[in-house]
């Protein structure tokens, strides 16, 4: 079974970057399509990006289409998340997810392991 832990969350100004990690263990990440997804408060949880098993097709949500970039290290069993030009309706717990489809599916059902999230709150 996959264990998943997410990392890189944290507090930032409006129009400013983080890059979120998420490291696998107990198993490969090369075997399972990647995404992230985030939750704000009195919200559903919502599809952000999702990664293919070899990394070579992507998907994201409208909403951080061109600002956020999915991208993976099998070597190193990491998935990473660059949020660019973060705005305040950013703020959310982001979640990584692993899912042992191919297709780049955004509706967390699909999703066979999730990590436990990491704060990120940007301030206006």
């Known amino acids: 079974q996959v264990q998943l832990v997410e990392s890189g969350g944290g507090l930032v100004q409006a129009g400013g970057s983080l890059r979120l990690s998420c490291a696998a263990s107990?198993?490969?990440?090369?075997?399972?399509?990647m995404g992230w997804f985030r939750q704000a408060p009195g919200k559903e949880r919502e599809f952000v990006a999702a990664?293919?098993?070899?990394?070579?097709?992507?998907r994201y949500a409208d909403s951080v289409k061109g600002l956020f970039t999915i991208s993976r290290d099998n070597a190193k069993n990491t998935v990473y998340l660059q949020m660019n030009s973060l705005k305040p309706e950013d703020t959310a717990v982001y979640y990584c997810?692993?899912?042992?489809?191919?297709?780049?599916?955004?509706?967390?059902?699909?999703?066979?392991?999730w990590g436990q999230g990491t704060q990120v709150t940007v301030s206006s």
């Open positions: 997810a692993a899912s042992a489809y191919s297709v780049l599916y955004a509706r967390a059902g699909m999703y066979d392991y």
């Open positions: 107990g198993g490969t990440i090369s075997l399972y399509a």
């Open positions: 990664i293919t098993k070899r990394g070579d097709n992507v």
